[in-house]
């Protein structure tokens, strides 16, 4: 599967550790390096704006999606290749699914929570079969992956769809796995 387009999913705040604005800038970097547009929230500020900004410094091309009522909130990135505007939360989530190829996590709060699971939970009912990568930086997600490891060991999810989740350490162990093998 060609991966053109990837939607990552990140904070509106930066967070407290600054390797994850560090992560953030290199994997819009490594993007942009290997044409593969950016599908993002839109927003200027936290991660989402970093990664927004390493692309374009990278000559990449990013295309963001905004709800009208954040435009503001979230200071929407008004230098992007594109931005959408939608009407709600719920549109603009599903315009980013419909642009991207496959997503890419890294960290966030209850917002980036919402997308992650969305996302997993139509890969589980079969509306999409595109590529979901977490980028684990400094072990952020660890107490996630457990929680959804014991999920399977109750017999709430199955194991083949755990397993359709890619974890990983890095961003050039996201790269390899999501780009340059193309996974699918």
Known sequence: MQINSVAVFCGSRPGDNPLFSRYARYLG?????????????????????????????????????????????EVAHMSLSRLYMTDTMHGRKERMYDLSDAFIIIPGGIGTLDEFFEIYTWFQLGYHVKP?????????????????????????????????????????????????????
């Open 29 to 73: 970097k490594s993007l942009a390096t290997r044409n593969i547009k950016l599908i993002y929230g839109g927003g200027k500020v936290g991660l989402m704006g970093v990664i927004a900004d390493a692309v374009l410094e990278n000559k990449g091309e990013v295309e963001g999606v905004i709800p009208r009522s954040l435009a503001q909130r």
């Open 132 to 184: 979901i990568v977490v980028i684990n930086s400094e072990g952020f997600y660890d107490h996630l992956k457990a929680h959804i490891e014991k999920c399977v060991e109750e017999g709430f999810l199955s194991k083949s769809i755990y397993t359709s989740v890619k974890w990983v350490n890095d961003v050039d162990e996201c790269m390899s796995l999501l780009i340059d093998k193309s996974i699918s």
